[in-house]
């Protein structure tokens, strides 16, 4: 089974400029998040998905910040206008189930998307 | 609130050897779950284990096991019979079962660690 795919790898931009990452979750996952590791601090929740449906949004740092997630399938991560606080990287995860104790709601994390803004 | 806090920054063990990573979380919840995340230099997070808090056997996994002790509110990792394939950052991570429906985790700083040949 394919894992949870993130792209780019790594992308570098300029202050100021629009960055779209991509993230394609395991298929058959209704839950897709996002989280990230901004330099130096701890990994942050940002989102959480249950299909098309935004279910938990209360990470999201601001405005600037828009995820989508059309037809429940892959999800974008949009920063408009990117900031250079922005940098660092962008973690997409799927769960086939979501809440409770079961250690069957794993998240199953990508590889990462590494964000550099000038 | 939540909190998970690893001590360790970097740690070395010796190929064959086994070693420990610390992890300590403070909630207020009874009810939550422990994770250990494996995230060597490729950048994907690999899940290693899974803790939860009414669970009353320390969780296995092969090589690995978390040593759980409730009342210290640690759930440290260890890993036996170190590889150096097992050279990586570790992360500890806790969810709170009070959340209606949600996965929202919390993370340590991480830990890395170097197996030595």
């Known amino acids: 089974e394919a894992g949870v795919t993130q792209f780019p790898s790594h992308s570098v931009i300029e202050k100021g400029q629009t960055v779209t990452l991509r993230c394609d979750p395991i298929?058959?996952?209704?839950?897709l998040y996002w989280y990230r590791r901004v330099m130096g601090k701890e990994i942050k929740f940002l989102l959480h998905?249950?299909?098309?449906?935004?279910?938990?949004e209360s990470g999201m740092p601001n405005n600037r910040f828009l995820a989508e997630r059309t037809g429940g399938t892959y999800s974008t991560l949009k920063v408009q206008p990117a900031e250079l606080e922005d940098s660092g990287v962008y973690f997409c995860?799927?769960?086939?189930?979501?809440?409770?104790?079961?250690?069957?709601?794993?998240?199953?994390f990508g590889a990462g998307s590494r964000l550099t803004v000038l | 609130a939540q909190k998970i806090t690893q001590t360790q920054p970097g740690m070395f063990v010796q190929e064959k050897e086994a070693v420990t990573l610390d992890c300590t979380y403070d909630?207020?919840?009874?009810?939550?779950?422990l994770f250990w995340y494996k995230q060597p230099s490729s950048g994907e997070m690999i899940f290693l284990i899974y803790?939860?808090?009414?669970?009353?056997q320390n969780a296995t996994e092969g090589r690995y096991s978390l040593n759980f002790q409730k009342a210290r509110k640690s759930a440290n990792l260890v890993i036996s019979a170190s590889q150096l394939g097992d050279s990586a950052m570790y992360f500890c991570?806790?969810?709170?079962?009070?959340?209606?429906?949600?996965?929202?985790?919390?993370f340590g700083a991480g830990t890395i660690l170097r197996v030595k040949s």
């Open positions: 995860a799927s769960s086939l189930l979501a809440g409770g104790l079961s250690g069957a709601n794993v998240l199953t």
């Open positions: 298929s058959g996952h209704d839950n």
């Open positions: 998905f249950v299909k098309e449906s935004k279910q938990d």
């Open positions: 909630t207020s919840d009874p009810s939550y779950g």
């Open positions: 803790q939860g808090s009414y669970d009353q």
């Open positions: 991570a806790m969810r709170e079962a009070s959340m209606e429906y949600g996965n929202k985790l919390v």
